[in-house]
């Protein structure tokens, strides 16, 4: 007989103070969680992702936000972001179009795009102070064994 072990799901979220350093431990946590994990073939794919997300809600929103990742099977993970600014971009309200060539704003987002099939986005209801803003997600997954499908691209599931 044959005996096979089941990793549990596992899920993590780290909370994130307005400072600029915030995005990289974001990174180095990410990384650290894949590596420990076994997915370290999803590194630079969810760290791209990642790393624009959490800038992104460093810049634009006024308070503490979080970075959440969670365990989504066949060597995916789901990432999230969650930040005070009720504000929705434009990328995941709706068909992302290229920046214009000289465009100081919006590339980050759209890089997201171009690794993620779809994405998400839901707006946080306003209850407590704290709650509320947005959370914006993609998942990630790794490639195939015969490196067909969606490579380690991102894959976001509404």
């Not at 959490?54 to 999230?80: F, K, M, P, W």
């Not at 064994?145 to 976001?156: H, I, K, L, S, T």
């Amino acid at each position: 007989m044959v005996s096979a072990t089941v990793s549990p799901p596992w899920a993590y979220t780290l909370q994130l103070p307005q400072d600029p350093r915030a995005p990289g431990v974001a990174r180095s946590t990410l990384r650290t969680i894949l590596r420990v994990h076994g997915m370290r073939e999803l590194t630079e794919t969810a760290e791209l992702v990642a790393s624009e997300l959490v800038t992104n809600a460093y810049l634009h929103s006024s308070g503490a936000y979080s970075l959440r990742l969670r365990d989504a099977g066949r060597s995916r993970i789901r990432l999230s972001v969650w930040d005070t600014n009720p504000h929705i971009p434009a990328p995941f309200r709706w068909t992302a179009e290229a920046p214009e060539e000289l465009a100081e704003r919006g590339r980050g987002l759209y890089l997201v795009t171009l690794y993620a099939e779809s994405w998400g986005a839901h707006p946080m209801g306003t209850g407590l102070p704290g709650q509320g803003g947005k959370l914006l997600w993609v998942e990630c997954a790794a490639k195939g064994e015969d490196g067909a499908g969606p490579g380690d691209r991102c894959a976001g599931r509404a």
